[in-house]
């Protein structure tokens, strides 16, 4: 149930190219330490994206190397084809997976075929503002799972406070009719009398949230985020989705070496 708890939230926390401290954005995503390989696991806790779901909270882990242009882990592999750190533009391209769900972790999937998890290869575009990065993107399934494709555009502010260096962001993301349909669309044959026909259409996520990077040592970080997203209509008015609104927030450790 954990890869079902954050399908669309966990599109705030996906980000670590310029930064505070040791914090960092590249490819719209949040590192420190670069140039290290890590480890890491925490607790991550969120409302309910399907109605009646089983879980909530789950554990997570994450591991994977953190280079100047080559970016590997558990959440995804980019790469920087163009520009560096000290440039105002960069131009990356990335592979990501968006979870699936089984029919069984909620009470509105029940005897609903699993949804399976799909693959998006996408570019990036980090552009340098002031002290922050706007960071855009756009995806497409090569995976013929869904079919379509996402757009995101999202501000990041990394800034460092004594003790920490902490990221606040905001932006939107968008998700093609096909996305929508597929894990939020109920099918004729699929419909009940407390689940009524949906057919998707293209919807967008407004989103904001922060990450905070806290030093313990030269290698341990302590970690804690959280988002919220609010959804259009076009995905929230899903009988399979329990709110229009949606949070996550997480709480973990990693270690680079």
């Not at 290290?36 to 994450?62: C, H, I, M, P, R």
């Not at 929230?236 to 973990?252: E, H, M, R, Y």
Request: glycine share 10%; net charge negative.
């Amino acid at each position: 149930m954990k890869k079902l708890c954050f399908a669309i939230s966990a599109v705030l926390l996906s980000s670590h190219a310029f930064a505070a401290d040791n914090t960092y954005i590249r490819n719209g995503n949040i590192y420190s330490h670069q140039g290290k390989f890590f480890a890491g696991a925490g607790v991550a806790t969120g409302s309910e994206l399907y109605k009646g779901q089983d879980n909530t909270t789950g554990v997570y882990f994450n591991g994977g190397y953190h280079g100047e242009d080559f970016n590997a882990d558990l959440a995804g592999i980019n790469y920087r084809f163009l520009g560096d750190n000290n440039s105002k533009i960069n131009f990356s391209v990335f592979a990501v997976g968006n979870p699936g769900f089984d029919a069984k972790d909620a009470d509105v999937l029940a005897g609903m075929k699993d949804r399976k998890v799909s693959g998006d290869l996408g570019l990036n575009v980090d552009i340098r503002l002031g002290n922050g990065t706007l960071s855009t993107k756009f995806q497409h399934d090569v995976t013929d799972v869904y079919g379509g494709y996402q757009a995101d555009i999202t501000y990041y502010l990394p800034m460092n406070i004594g003790f920490a260096d902490i990221v606040p962001y905001a932006g939107v993301h968008y998700f093609s009719q096909d996305y929508v349909d597929y894990y939020t669309g109920v099918s004729k044959a699929d419909a009940t009398t407390k689940r009524p026909e949906f057919k998707g259409k293209d919807a967008f996520t407004y989103q904001a949230g922060y990450v905070m990077v806290v030093p313990i040592t030269d290698h341990l970080d302590i970690t804690q985020a959280a988002g919220y997203s609010h959804l259009t209509s076009e995905i929230a008015d899903s009988p399979l989705v329990d709110s229009k609104n949606q949070w996550i927030t997480t709480l973990g450790v990693s270690y680079s070496f």
